[in-house]
């Protein structure tokens, strides 16, 4: 039976070491800077829906955004009120903290329209994401961004094939289920079916991205990435904000974010 807080018990190791790894930290660095290529100036608004502990969110928050975290999980809730404590004081004004499942965003927040709304790896863990993707497309205001990231299905060989488990990675060729990080099973929706989806909801897609490649292939090949070499992690950081951009790179990563527009009232 699974418990009403599904991350409770994941969180500290979601939040405390996953992004503090070399891969949470490239994550972190090269979706910051694909959302900056399309969010307005700060003090703009963003929603982050099931945003965690706060990692995609709270350096927009320090860039000067005002950051509304909305998240089911009392346990990541309580993580990000312990993170955004460690920051300075005009930028935990900036943040509002709220307790609210994704498909009842709008509700949770009163109507409030944003500038951009994020939703970053939960599709993946809903076996129909119409009503959550609904939420998002809702919330944003007129010419605001959207901005999804997902599991690549298209990729979904790579992970068992670095880990020399052969029959699985054959099998994951035409497969679109798989484990999530909560043990628990996802399903990957490619980017044109996200793209669908949006576009389908007034949301218009601008672009697309990988976010991890080759630090997920050195992980998963038992690579030791060492977090505390700043210059590694910098020039580590710089080689896969690249090949996030680029064909057939962005292909093989497995996860990508989409971008798109809202359109005008």
């Known amino acids: 039976?699974?418990?009403?807080?599904?991350?409770?018990?994941?969180?500290?190791?979601?939040?405390?070491?996953?992004?503090?790894?070399?891969?949470?930290?490239?994550?972190?660095?090269?979706?910051?800077?694909?959302?900056?290529?399309?969010?307005?100036?700060?003090?703009?608004?963003?929603?982050?829906?099931?945003?965690?502990?706060?990692?995609?969110?709270?350096?927009?928050?320090?860039?000067?955004?005002?950051?509304?975290?909305?998240?089911?999980?009392?346990?990541?809730?309580?993580?990000?009120?312990?993170?955004?404590?460690?920051?300075?004081?005009?930028?935990?004004?900036?943040?509002?903290?709220?307790?609210?499942?994704?498909?009842?965003?709008?509700?949770?927040?009163?109507?409030?329209?944003?500038?951009?709304?994020?939703?970053?790896?939960?599709?993946?863990?809903?076996?129909?994401?119409?009503?959550?993707?609904?939420?998002?497309?809702?919330?944003?205001?007129?010419?605001?961004?959207?901005?999804?990231?997902?599991?690549?299905?298209?990729?979904?060989?790579?992970r068992p094939a670095l880990e020399r488990r052969w029959d699985d990675a054959l099998a994951s060729f035409d497969a679109k289920q798989g484990m999530g990080v909560l043990g628990l099973p996802g399903r990957d929706y490619t980017v044109e079916e996200v793209s669908e989806l949006i576009q389908s909801r007034g949301v218009r897609p601008l672009d697309w991205y990988g976010v991890w490649l080759f630090v997920d292939w050195l992980d998963f090949s038992g690579a030791e990435l060492d977090p505390t070499d700043a210059k590694q992690v910098e020039a580590t950081a710089a080689v896969e904000l690249e090949a996030s951009r680029r064909d057939p790179y962005r292909h093989l990563s497995r996860v990508f974010h989409l971008v798109g527009r809202k359109g005008p009232a």
């Open 1 to 158: 039976m699974v418990t009403d807080d599904i991350w409770a018990t994941v969180a500290d190791q979601f939040a405390d070491k996953a992004y503090a790894s070399v891969k949470g930290l490239v994550r972190t660095y090269v979706m910051h800077q694909q959302l900056l290529e399309h969010l307005p100036a700060p003090p703009a608004t963003v929603l982050d829906i099931g945003g965690g502990a706060g990692h995609q969110s709270f350096p927009l928050a320090q860039a000067g955004y005002d950051v509304t975290l909305l998240d089911s999980s009392p346990a990541m809730l309580d993580k990000a009120r312990q993170r955004l404590q460690r920051l300075p004081a005009e930028v935990q004004r900036r943040v509002t903290l709220l307790q609210a499942d994704g498909e009842n965003a709008d509700e949770a927040v009163g109507g409030q329209r944003f500038a951009a709304v994020l939703c970053h790896g939960v599709l993946g863990y809903l076996e129909q994401p119409g009503p959550l993707v609904d939420q998002l497309c809702r919330c944003a205001a007129p010419g605001g961004v959207v901005s999804i990231m997902t599991g690549n299905p298209k990729a979904a060989a790579v």
